[in-house]
């Protein structure tokens, strides 16, 4: 489905909702958000590395929000951006795994493009929820 920044949830920080059908088209959705604060139109450019994401967590919103963090982290720590290709979400319960595969591509070769940094995810009126046969959550990036 795709995501929407929000106008009046905050004034110093960025908000977005993002939308699925399915928790994996929400994924795909947030993470889509959160490259387009740091590169305006998300696009890396040809010949970008792949990078494998492994996380897991006890509830679908743990999850996603675990996720945010991870692109935010590898950013600050690897120096680089990550774009999904592709995510596959397992489990029942308590027991929920993300594997991901991203394209990665150093910071340093996209200055000329960079938009907003990302500090962190915040907890901020972050929430997942589920109604009407799709997805939809809402986070705020603190910037």
């Known amino acids: 489905m795709g995501y929407c920044f929000l106008e009046d949830v905050t004034r110093a920080d960025v908000a977005f909702e993002a939308t699925g059908f399915g928790l994996r088209e929400l994924f795909r959705s947030a ?70 595969r991203a394209l990665a591509a150093p910071v340093e070769t996209l200055l000329g493009a960079l938009g907003t940094d990302i500090k962190a995810v915040t907890m901020h009126r972050f929430e997942l929820r589920r109604e009407a046969g799709r997805y939809s959550a809402t986070v705020v990036l603190d910037v």
């Open 31 to 100: 993470w889509d958000a959160t490259l387009d604060v740091m590169l305006p139109g998300g696009a890396l450019p040809p010949g970008a590395a792949q990078k494998q994401i492994l996380l897991s967590a006890s509830s679908w919103g743990e999850l996603l929000f675990a996720l945010l963090e991870k692109i935010v982290y590898v950013k600050d720590a690897e120096g680089l951006l990550l774009a999904p290709l592709d995510i596959k979400l397992h489990g029942r319960g308590e027991d929920l795994e993300l594997d991901a």
